[in-house]
């Protein structure tokens, strides 16, 4: 997708009489301002292949950069299965991205799905540049999220740190917090394809969530060391049992139980389509930030 790029001029008219002067105008409703330049650094996985895909089809945005150590210099277009090349080659330096991209002046956003060993020096980098980024890589350490919110205040540059893109695993966690004041017990019960992910963050972000709120859960067996019992995340008893299958959807699920009934919130993943909408709504609205802000919740 062609990027169209303008430049704006204040113009003054002046009379024989006088001179007014009007607020000058800071945007424009013309269809020729630039799209945001993306940038998907780990483009070659399947979700930075995915982000390929929704960002060429979105609106206002283009693929501008695609960085990653596999399948270098080939065209990120034809490794997507796109039906025409992009003409972007994979490149295993995402310095020389930013600067190519900072030459155009154009408003750009890095999406990093690398790992948590790397993503400071990453949103380090896309900073200097002044470029956003939109970083969802999994168990980020708090004193890594703490540094990158102190480089963003600092240089008040936007980054939005998303442990979930799927806007139906947000739906399911407020759902979560929502029934937590009605029940005194709860449990999560998770299966994902690799025992290295888990708990996942999902259910540790509901975990959090749910020990927040001053309830203490599973009061009747909140001590116990059976092991089938599963294990406690956060203070305040929220258990959470795991199951490794293949074939199975990663799936998350929340029960609670009350007497005489039972509650349950189900979100199951499919593919990871299903992380797009959420991705695309965090580039729009990252571009505006001047700050870090973590959670794509705080957006819906």
């Given amino acids: 997708m062609a990027a169209l790029s303008c430049q704006f ?59 990653d150590s596999y399948l270098v210099g080939e ?11 992009l003409e972007i080659p994979i490149i295993n330096d995402l310095t020389m991205v930013l600067g190519s991209i900072s030459q155009t002046k154009a408003t750009g956003v890095v999406i990093d799905f690398t790992d948590a060993l790397s993503v400071y020096d990453n ?20 004193d890594t999220i703490n540094a990158l919110s102190a480089l963003c205040d600092k240089a008040s540059m936007g980054c939005l740190v998303a442990p979930t893109l799927s806007i139906g695993s947000i739906l399911l ?8 004041f009605y029940f005194n017990n709860v449990e999560i019960v998770e299966s994902r394809e690799s025992v290295a992910d888990l708990p996942s963050p999902d259910a540790i972000q509901i975990a959090n969530n749910l ?72 580039i729009r609205k990252v571009v505006r930030l001047k700050n870090l802000v973590y959670g794509l919740e705080k957006f819906l």
């Fill in 9 to 67: 001029q204040t113009t003054v008219y002046k009379s024989s009489k006088s001179i007014k002067s009007r607020p000058p105008i800071f945007c424009s409703m013309q269809p020729s301002q630039s799209n945001i330049k993306v940038i998907v650094n780990g483009a070659a996985k399947e979700i930075g292949r995915a982000a390929v895909t929704a960002v060429t089809r979105a609106r206002g945005m283009e693929v501008a950069g695609a960085v």
């Fill in 75 to 85: 065209d990120i277009g034809k490794v997507c299965d796109m039906e025409e090349p």
């Fill in 123 to 142: 949103v380090k980098q896309a900073t200097a540049f002044g470029m956003k980024s939109v970083v969802y890589v999994p168990r980020i350490r708090p």
């Fill in 173 to 180: 966690q407020q759902a979560a917090i929502s029934a937590s």
């Fill in 211 to 282: 020990s927040n709120l001053g309830q203490i859960y599973n009061r009747e067996d909140i001590s116990t060391d059976v092991l089938a019992r599963g294990q406690i995340l956060g203070e305040d008893g929220v258990r959470v049992h795991s199951l490794v299958l293949p074939g199975l959807p990663s799936s998350t699920t929340v029960h609670f139980s009350g007497p005489g009934e039972v509650y349950s919130l189900k979100h199951d993943i499919t593919g990871v389509q299903c992380l797009m909408p959420g991705l695309i709504l965090a």
